[in-house]
């Protein structure tokens, strides 16, 4: 396993931990969820933890020396990003449709069942960021196994 994978596996870890907290904080479990939210709270912080303290070894292993990136690297790392920055400018232009069809229908009509508070677009905003971030990896570390 290549450095460049073993921090794609810690990031996608991080990244996911992130998520359910953000998850968590912000809008709850359901109540099905509640007699294991002991368990998913332990096991998303010892998931992060474990992440951070691997990037700590990765980074410290190699010393002053970047990780050397050959073409593949770069070609792998081209098709992550592509996939994560497509997620994310679909997510914006529907976040931007959503305000702009929400500041119509107050225009015309305040009971209109589409509209939305700017929070909670800035939290679907928040929620593709991270989204897009774990799908990058994802594509990443599928290239890496995949053998590319």
Do not use: C
Not at 19 to 28: A, H, K, R, V
Not at 43 to 66: D, H, P, Q, R, Y
């Amino acid at each position: 396993m290549s450095k460049q994978e073993i921090l794609s596996w810690t990031s996608l870890a991080t990244s996911s931990s992130f998520l359910f907290f953000y998850i968590l904080f912000n809008f709850g479990l359901p109540g099905t969820v509640e007699s294991f939210s002991g368990t998913f709270v332990k096991t998303f912080f010892n998931l992060f933890w474990i992440a951070v303290v691997i990037e700590i070894i990765v980074e410290i292993s190699e010393g002053n020396k970047k990780v050397q990136k050959d073409e593949r690297d770069f070609i792998i790392e081209a098709k992550g990003i592509k996939a994560g920055y497509n997620i994310l400018v679909i997510s914006i232009v529907i976040a931007l449709v959503q305000i702009f069809i929400s500041n119509l229908s107050f225009m015309s009509n305040s009971e209109f069942p589409f509209s939305l508070e700017l929070s909670t677009v800035f939290h679907f905003l928040i929620l593709s960021l991270f989204f897009a971030s774990a799908t990058r990896r994802t594509i990443m570390i599928y290239q890496y196994r995949k053998g590319y």
